[in-house]
């Protein structure tokens, strides 16, 4: 890689992950979940996420997609959805009953689905600009929930989440959460 490529990659890549990372975090206190907030997406400044995420720097699309596309795989993604557990991929384990070997979701914890909530607000807006609007997190889901291996309480809670804040907004939704998080909190 060129130098003045690497170098713009490499600062263009450090930006485009700061300014997510602020983003979920402004969202996550919203919410109430200020640790979550600020230990958000640690991983993407290990090596093993932030090397590939400088040679296949964009700005406009996750370099995991491009590193997928180049390499039959993204290594960066297979590390971050293990570290992280805001992704539902985290959530995927081996079935205790049934058939043998197979790989079903289980629940995800609502302060979770929450920050998976936050995540995809931030990348929506980072990556759709000044054309973002509340429902774009909602269509961007609609793409690929059928395939998505959720598991039915994460899906429920996830969609309700989701159309919320493509017909009330931010501002409503996130309220509802913090209240929502906050009720089940004290219901344990």
Known sequence: ???MI???????????????????MKNCFRVGLYKQGLLHDLSKYS??????????????RSPNNAQREAEGCSTAWLH????????????????ATGKRGEIVPVPMPDRYIAEMLADRIAASKIYSGNSYTDDAPLKYYLKGSEHAPLHPYTREILERFLYMLAEKGEKET???????????HTMK
């Open 80 to 95: 971050h959805k293990g570290r992280n557990r805001h992704h539902y991929e985290y959530w995927l384990d081996y079935a």
């Open 1 to 3: 890689m060129k130098p």
């Open 174 to 184: 996130f309220a509802y959460i913090r209240t929502f998080l906050k009720q089940k």
């Open 6 to 24: 690497l170098f713009h990659n490499f600062f263009g890549h450090l930006s485009t992950i700061n300014h997510h990372k602020y983003q979920v």
């Open 47 to 60: 090596p093993t996420e932030f090397i590939p995420g400088v040679k296949y720097f964009q700005g406009n």
